[in-house]
């Protein structure tokens, strides 16, 4: 089975801060890597698929990268409406799909 | 738009079953792959499920096997969770979510459209 781990499993930010959220595979997942916005109380919503592609609708200062093992999200610019948790997804052994632990994020 | 409406969660006690829906609409539910995810009180995302979208493949999460069962009626554009011998642990809110898969620029899947969830206690 596919672990996935993320770190830090908390952060506050300022607004205007750059953000970074690393997700690691327990093996490889290639490029098989997906990234969830989820706010209090409402569904997880899509960000980045692929590990790097911005799904449609999206703001710019989400970014996504990395491949094999080891992967970021960062948020360029830090904004109020990002207050939420953020999870990792790896879709290498589809359709059996593994979240990562979740990392909140917190406004100074 | 594309709309998934869960329902069925309450209150049960331990050993005892629940059957969850999931009603789609605004796209062709009998061409996509569904699954279901929970979340428990505070915690993070668990994958539950997968069921195909001809209903002849299906998935389970260890947590689950034996226990759960997915199906699907296209006709009525539904996704169905038939919960058995549930356990304190099972409590959560259970979402439903289609799959998607896009080929460029590079293969994908990931979970595009989700419903708002529903809410399943399990506790005496």
């Known amino acids: 089975d596919i672990q996935m781990t993320q770190s830090p499993s908390s952060l506050s930010a300022s607004v205007g801060d750059r953000v970074t959220i690393t997700c690691r595979a327990s093996q490889s997942i290639n490029n098989y890597l997906n990234w969830y916005q989820q706010k209090p109380g409402k569904a997880p919503k899509v960000l980045i698929y692929?590990?790097?592609t911005l799904q449609s609708g999206v703001p710019s200062r989400f970014r996504g990268s990395g491949s094999g093992t080891e992967f970021t999200l960062t948020i360029t610019s830090l904004q109020p409406e990002d207050l939420a948790t953020y999870y990792c997804q790896q879709s290498k052994s589809s359709p059996i799909f593994t979240f990562g632990p979740g990392t909140k994020v917190e406004i100074k | 738009q594309v709309q998934l409406v869960e329902s069925g969660g309450g209150v049960v006690q331990p050993g005892g079953s629940l059957r969850l829906s999931c009603t789609v609409s605004g796209l062709t539910f009998s061409t996509y792959d569904m699954h279901w995810v929970r979340q428990a009180p505070g915690k993070g995302l668990e994958w539950v499920t997968f069921i195909s979208y001809e209903g002849s493949q299906k998935y389970y999460a260890d947590s689950v096997k034996g226990r759960f069962t997915v199906s699907r009626d296209s006709s009525k554009n539904t996704l169905y969770l038939h919960m058995n011998s549930l356990r304190t642990e099972d409590t959560a809110v259970y979402f439903c979510?289609?799959?998607?898969?896009?080929?460029?620029?590079?293969?994908?899947?990931?979970?595009?459209?989700w419903g708002q969830g529903t809410l399943v206690t399990v506790s005496s």
């Open positions: 979510a289609t799959a998607d898969i896009v080929v460029a620029p590079a293969a994908a899947e990931f979970f595009l459209h």
């Open positions: 692929g590990a790097s």
